[in-house]
């Protein structure tokens, strides 16, 4: 997946759900050249929204929400899953990090969402995975979207990009695209999303 089709995929966070001319808001967000499945994360619900293209829904308090303009209807991603905080012995990253890799998790990090930041080691090779485990785990494989967070060499566009490895109900993992190597000493971020 492109960087830019993944930003259409992956909106930034909005300040709250809903909210007629409020441009904070999830409501207003034109749905028209967005793909079905789109995901934002909205502050004030706490909660994960998905969206679903083709829905004719009727709006339904916090749970779906029709768009100002565009088709389909934002609808609760969660269903009740509760969101578990994550921390890093959650986490586990492979041997092609390099020797002494480091990883820390983004403060707020959980199940559904969150941050890691990889600091490779030394003798880096392409490859390399990093493995959530989740506790407790979902009662199904959910969807999970993974992306680079950051600037650095390699770029992500061309050589050292993120995707999602594979999923099940115990653990994501995300997984190094390209045949580029990390950079000894250099920090990676790599954000989730994970919809049960």
């Known amino acids: 997946m492109s960087a830019s089709a993944s930003a259409l995929r ?6 709250a759900l809903l909210g007629t001319g409020d441009g ?15 995901l934002c994360w909205v502050n004030d619900q706490a909660n994960l929204y998905v ?6 829904e009727v709006a339904s308090g916090n749970f779906i929400v029709v768009p100002a303009s ?11 899953a509760a969101a578990a905080p994550v921390i890093s012995t959650d986490f586990a990253i ?3 990090w390099g020797s002494g890799a480091s990883l820390a ?16 080691g030394s003798a880096p090779s392409p490859a390399g995975t990093i493995t959530l485990t989740f506790n407790p785990p979902f009662s199904a494989t959910p969807f999970a979207i993974a992306q680079r967070n950051d600037t650095n060499n390699p770029p992500e566009a061309t050589s050292l990009n993120v995707q999602v490895g594979s999923t099940s109900p115990t ?6 695209g390209g045949a580029s190597s990390p950079i000894q ?12």
């Open 10 to 15: 992956l909106l930034s966070p909005r300040a």
């Open 24 to 38: 904070a808001a999830l409501q207003n967000v034109n749905t028209t050249e967005l793909p079905d499945g789109s």
């Open 51 to 56: 969206l679903s293209k083709t829905s004719t």
């Open 70 to 80: 565009g088709p389909g209807r934002w609808m609760l991603a969660n269903n009740g």
């Open 94 to 96: 492979s041997a092609e």
């Open 105 to 120: 998790v983004a403060a707020g990090s959980n199940n559904l969402r969150g941050q890691v930041t990889v600091t490779a």
């Open 171 to 176: 653990a994501l993992v995300m997984r190094q």
């Open 185 to 196: 000493g250099t920090a990676y971020i790599f954000a989730y999303i994970v919809v049960p």
